[in-house]
């Protein structure tokens, strides 16, 4: 069949076989030499041809039918489904967590990108082996990789990166990779969209000084084992700032039932889920937020605006849209993210 002499499979590369026959059909497409309807090799037929396995050919064939690029007829073989565009650039997304702070930068980073560029979304959940797996199947395979480096260790420890995992990214072409949300401290990235996580929690609290005078004490409350940890670095900057302006505080890993909720005190709350603890407890006991008790949240959502929560939050869009710009203008460098005090009813 003259198709079969359309795959290009090197025996050499240290990319997977299965994508190798992946991008070699979606190129083919993209050129139209495969036209939608076109009968394309049998999975034998590429097994016996180039020495490869069965399962090699079928992983790329259900790859390129979870797609709706191929489709399959009983007893007749595989043919084109539809027409693949020529995107220009492949992108890989390596996120750490799914959360609507992360899926924010991901939206705008792909939105401003538009839909001529393919980006492919994977999810390591802070989990270096998933994390390093995903990152050797996909090796040369794209034209650029933004990687959040979050990570976590055996403790549930946060951890920016593995000895491993920076031996791997050491291996990068650097020009291809953009670091975003959190960076790398012994790689110097040539492009990064960050926080510092230290000093922007320090400036945010600084900037609220005046209505964080009105409360005696500070309390963060700071998971240590969350199943996604946060940076170290968000309570190391928070005790800083009470040492220097002269707060009394406390990191507490949660927010209990029945707290001893004492007036005058404000917290810096992380996750949601704490958020909504501690405000069912101040209003079941006749408090006022922002009176009472104050209320940070750490990171905005349109919920909190809507419910007048002050919040401590970087420019997910923003970081999403630089990220996406640095690629658009071949531009290489290295970015803090904006981060800000936004004051609502809440402090």
Known sequence: MESLKLLRIDSDSRMPKYRQIVNSILEEIEKGSLKVGMRIPSINEISEEYYLSRDTVEKAYNFLKEKKIIVSAKGKGYYVARAVESSGLSVLFLMNKLS?????????????????????????????????????????AYDYYVIMPHFKDETLSHRTVTPEVLEALRTLPEEKVIYIDNMVPDLEARSAVY???????????????????????LILVYPRKAVYPYPTRIRTGFQQFCSDYDFQFEILDQIYTDMELQSKDAYI???????????????????????????????????????????????????????????????????????????????
């Open 100 to 140: 609507s702070y992360k899926l924010r930068i991901y939206n705008a980073f792909v939105g401003s990108l538009g839909s001529r560029t393919r980006v492919d979304l994977k999810v390591y959940h802070c989990d270096p082996k998933v994390f390093l797996s995903e990152l050797e199947e996909s090796r040369g």
């Open 269 to 347: 709350i992380i996750e949601e889920n704490d958020l909504v603890a501690l405000v069912k407890q101040i209003r079941d006991r006749g408090l006022t937020m922002g009176k009472d008790i104050g209320v940070i949240s750490y990171n905005d959502t349109p919920l909190k605006d809507l419910l007048g929560i002050t919040v401590i939050s970087t420019d997910f869009d923003a970081m999403g849209e630089t990220a996406a710009y640095m690629i658009q203008s071949r531009k290489q460098e290295v970015v803090k993210n904006a981060f800000h005090f936004i004051n609502r009813d809440s402090i």
């Open 195 to 217: 926080q510092d996580f230290r000093m922007d929690i320090y400036e945010a609290l600084s900037e609220a000084i005046e209505c964080l005078r009105s409360y005696q004490k």
